[in-house]
């Protein structure tokens, strides 16, 4: 059984390690030469809560990839410090259609899910009805706080605001039965698998994950409807990846669902864009 597309929903340009640092641009050419070697049609690229030497700003980004026709960009919210988003240009990027979504990291950003400052930002999202995904579960830094990224606080803005669609990154790992509750019980919820282990799966760690991911399956009943393929790339290798996508069992309609058909709904990613990857391989972006 094979998915007619496939559209990464959750990779970065970040640097992680001093030792393998590099510009950019390289970072990208890097990146769509993954994206050629393992099939992947088209990905979304995430900013971070932070710009710096390692992590590119939006507008770094927007510079390199805007016009890409395989790249969607989401922003992720600076809330904290001095460095904070401008709201203000924030919805103009999305208003122009330059960024397709917003991302929180809770926990990181030293905020909750459920910060009531962030009211101000959910009503941007319902406006332009992009969706907010959320940093849920683990962490990889030592000095976040994983109870402030806890997947049940998803439910009470889930509640609180219906008009917005929201993403559960990592599926609240190593919370997945509550993850499975929050979008069982609501429809604006949605969730990526990305971000399950760093680099390579063990072989024993790839059957628990994979376990307890066919055990949310069940308890949601059709987890074609809100899960999403994402890896988390370059924190974690995509061809393992795309391995643990084919052993999940889905159904023929399930498969195409979260291999790309729900992903392209949330982003509004155009269908044409991806017959088109599949026609010809794009040339990566110029340094």
């Known amino acids: 059984m094979n998915h007619k597309y496939l559209i990464d929903a959750h990779v970065h340009l970040n640097n992680y390690h001093e030792s393998e640092r590099m510009p950019i641009a390289d970072h990208a050419r890097e990146l769509f030469a993954k994206m050629d070697e393992i099939g992947v049609d088209h990905a979304v690229v995430i900013t971070s809560y932070k710009a710096d030497l390692d992590r590119p700003s939006v507008e770094e980004l927007l510079n390199l990839l805007t016009e890409h026709p395989r790249i969607t960009l989401v922003e992720g919210?600076?809330?904290?410090?001095?460095?904070r988003t401008d709201l203000f240009h924030l919805e103009e990027r999305i208003r122009d259609g330059l960024v397709k979504g917003i991302k929180l990291y809770p926990g990181y950003d030293n905020y909750a899910i459920n910060d009531a400052s962030l009211e101000s930002v959910f009503r941007i999202a319902a406006k332009y009805g992009v969706p907010v995904m959320i940093h849920t579960g683990d962490t990889y830094s030592k000095t976040a706080k994983v109870r402030m990224a806890h997947p049940l606080l998803v439910d009470d803005v889930?509640?609180?605001?219906?008009?917005?669609?929201?993403?559960?990154c990592h599926l609240g790992n190593p919370w997945f039965q509550d993850a499975a509750e929050v979008l069982y019980k609501n429809d604006n919820v949605f969730a990526d698998i990305s971000g399950l282990t760093l680099g390579e799966f063990t072989y024993e760690f790839e059957r628990y994950v994979a376990m307890r991911l066919k055990e949310m399956i069940t308890y949601m009943g059709n987890p074609g409807k809100q899960l999403m393929y994402g890896t988390d790339w370059p924190l974690v290798r995509m061809k393992p990846y795309l391995k643990l996508l084919g052993e999940l069992?889905?159904?023929?309609e399930q498969l195409q669902n979260v291999a790309w058909r729900t992903a392209s709904k949330l982003f509004r990613i155009d269908e044409q864009l991806l017959i088109d990857s599949r026609a010809r391989k794009p040339a990566a972006p110029a340094s």
């Open 158 to 168: 889930a509640v609180d605001y219906p008009d917005v669609k929201f993403v559960m």
């Open 77 to 83: 919210l600076r809330w904290r410090g001095e460095a």
């Open 249 to 252: 069992n889905f159904d023929e």
